[in-house]
């Protein structure tokens, strides 16, 4: 039988520093939603990577007296332990310098170049350098990049543009007649607005290699390399093997996510729609564009010095608390703000008191009372049958939730499940029953907390990446990807 497939990307993060909890935060969340598709017998494809060309990237590397290319293969390194650290299992990592990229990029622009869709044309505009592209006087403020604040400069030259402008009408048309094509409704909105009130210009996507040597040379005129963006937007179908004839592309596209956050939604919205429309390729089915995080009411920044980097929450949480805390502090879409007082208490009260509780408090009863051997089920009361009915309620509302991206409710659905089942607990009182000899409502009601106790582990497997397969070992199970899969919970 052919197996539905699930494609979901993460933005490649730039090698100019290391990963901090804004980028933790968006790639657990591709893993999260990765998980919880491979439990549901999909077949998955999860990629994330480094964008390492570009502008940022050569000036960083400058500044340690380093070749880009050796900067990269330093930074990258960061990347991929703190995704091991933080159980990240992604399917493939791309770094933007490998042949394979480079190669797909090429045969892109050289394709779109003989179809006319690029061409050259002197231009003239205000260069940011730390921006990295170019502004129209209007953009302006005050006379400065109004990305970076920092002066501009006059530039004429010769460059390559992409046909983006004719483009727009199209677009528009194809964000309306797609309500799930952006996310949330509040981004979609903002970005047809952009789109009916601004002309969409064509896209420059060449800089002069006076300018910049640290790119991917168009390979139809080697004075040039490819603009960063034009390039790393390639790899979500490079990265599945787009041209390669190999069969991946046609099986993985359209990805059924991209999540990036809201910093870089345009890019991809306007820019990688209107490039994918070029190469006759439909667009993602989504692409989810989360909010921001601050620490302690501040931007994150290098001069502030208040990056929060994840291996040291790692640490001091696992790796299960911090991934936790990430998707339940804040809805996915949504601003928040990280400070360390919430990540302990969240810990301590989700996942300590009420799922840690109901296991801890239930087993040692199978243990004592019936040899470790889960015992069976005697007649249903009412209250058992309502526990059935809430668990069947549950799977419905985290299915709802995971199809709205919405973390947060996903894991609302789930402790509401798991507080019930300790309330169940409490009322049924297995202690009383032990006292009072009654052997089989024990047995019930020890079985029922046991199933909810398994329940939940396949619930929050794709969160707790540790603790929930723990789970399934303390209730004698071999916690592997079986005994993870959705059908079982059914
Ligand atoms: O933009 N809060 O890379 P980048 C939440 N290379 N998420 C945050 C965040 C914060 N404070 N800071 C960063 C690039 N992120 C390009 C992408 S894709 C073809 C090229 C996350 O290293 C968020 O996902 O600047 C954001 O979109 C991304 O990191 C930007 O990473």
Redesign the pocket.
Known sequence: MDRKTFYIT????????K?????A???VAADVLARHHRSLGHDVFFLTG??EH?QKVQQTAAKFNRSPQEHADLLVVNFQNTWKKLDIRYNDFIRTTEPRHKQVVQAILQRLYDAGEIYPEKYAGWYSTAAERFWTEKDLVDGKCPETGLPVEYIEETNYFFRMGKRQEWLIRYIEEHPRFILPESRRNEVLGFLKNNTLEDLCISRPRSRLAWGIPLPFDENYVTY??FD??I??IGGIGYGAGDGRFERFWPANHH??????LT??AVY?STMLHALGVEPCENLF??????VEGR??SKSLGNFVDPNELVDLYGSDGFRYFLLREMPFGA?GDFSAAGIVSRINSDLGNDLGNLANRSLPFVERQFDGLIPPLGPETPEDRALKQLHQETLAAVLAAYHDVSFTRVLDAIWIFIRAANKYMDSEAPWTLAKKGDHERLGTVLYNIAESCRIAAVLTAPFLTTKSPGLLRKLGMAGGEDDLRWKTIE
Request: glycine content about 10%; proline content about 5%.
């Open positions: 993460t933005p490649i993060y730039y090698v100019n520093d990963p901090h909890i804004g980028h935060y968006t790639t480094t964008d570009g960063v963006w790393a937007l790899n979500y999540l990036v956050g809201k910093d870089i890019t991809h990688w564009a989360h909010g921001w995080w601050t931007k994150m601003d």
